[in-house]
DNA sequence: TCATATGTTAACGATAGGTTAAATTAATTA
DNA sequence: TAATTAATTTAACCTATCGTTAACATATGA
């Protein structure tokens, strides 16, 4: 039930980087340890976070453009800028583009964790009332993942489980298109392996049960790649 | 409905104090001033703030211990502590007991704008929660959760527990839709573990058999997310 | 044709929730 | 202040739900 949070880092220093992601490991949190802003969209864009520490200078892509390209994605996930320089303009710009707080380095570890803290208790209230993207419709379908509804027509609505319930959601944030399955893998199972692409199939055997009633409704497999959920 | 967000700003540097205020009125917030925790306190229980900004260093009633009471009357309230030492040990302190953010004097204050604008922009969401609606009517019931009380048709009515009283209307804040667990569990037993989640599930037996006589109003649970009222 | 990927079902163990009653704590009242 | 009552927590026991895994079947592509 209570995961551990998980943090995208991205600091180009790699000693910096390490020892901060190994002393916020051992605080209990899961990190992920890019090393520019490029690496750091790919990671943020494969998995699922809660909060993002970036460092403002890097190489290729700087945190500012990073930061712009991750609230495309998603608007409300927090940001915590690590700067060495403290410019008056550099603070503002971040704040402006959505930063939650600053720190200039060199900074205390403990407040850092406590910022971390403050923040993602901040968010949760947010996160938990979710209001974003819950409903769905498709073919003769209705589907509430929110509430894990599946309605067909007038039928009485099925509930769904967590699991079958993100798949449908991932399937169909990707309709009539593939769906790969390491991002499925990656961002509901949280893990690539031989058992957890088993699971996933049983998963989609499930669905499939569920959506058979429409014949206008399939979903089809794309064989190495993963599946796609056609339908209207 | 776009009223302006009102500040408690604590600070007993008058001069200090007054410019500040000045300059967040002109900013478009609403600031009430106190130059002591005493004042503050009293200005706090009497009026309805968005946000705190204190001064730690004060006479009779430092900041620290103005947040402990303040925070016994409403725990969701942001705070921003403002400081002129930086000892680590006093912003550690400060992030403990709850603190949103900290700035050490002298600060730059359109900095201090998008930290508040920061902080506000997260809160914004648990502004739904924080109704004073306090009559409501489902099905054939009428609550009143200032008085406790809920009553079926024409019968005379039953009085309801403190417990029982909130999570039946946080219930019906979400009407027909999920009521997160967590969020119960945090708002009115403000704490979430394996102890406060099993009493919540006591109370929410308690409110079925309350509620039972009409058959056209349940209480469903959507497993390991939460509970959903559902009416009319 | 053979290794690998996928389809499908069923069984199992783990965890969440439903409910009642006893135990504990808090609030009232004598 | 002691006695009484109300409110809440904890324990116990039971059921429902969920996810994983094993087992066996079929399909795909080199």
Redesign the interface.
Known sequence: ?NDKKRILLVEDDPNFGIILRDFLNMNDYDVVLAKNGMEGFEKFKKYDFHICILDVMMPYKDGFTLVGEIKEINQDI?IIFLTAKSL?ED??KG??I????YLKKPF?S??LL??I???LK?????S??D?DEHEFKFSSFEFNS???HLKFKDNKHT?L??KENMLLKMLLLHKNDLMPRELALTRIWRDDNYFTSRSMDVYIAKLRKQLEIDPNVKINNIHGEGFRLVSD
Chains 1, 2 share one sequence.
């Open positions: 039930m927090p008056k603070v503002l704040y402006k959505g930063a939650d707080d205390d403990d407040v406590y910022k803290k403050a923040i901040r968010n949760k209230l947010s938990i009332l209001t929110k509430l894990r509930k489980s967590p």
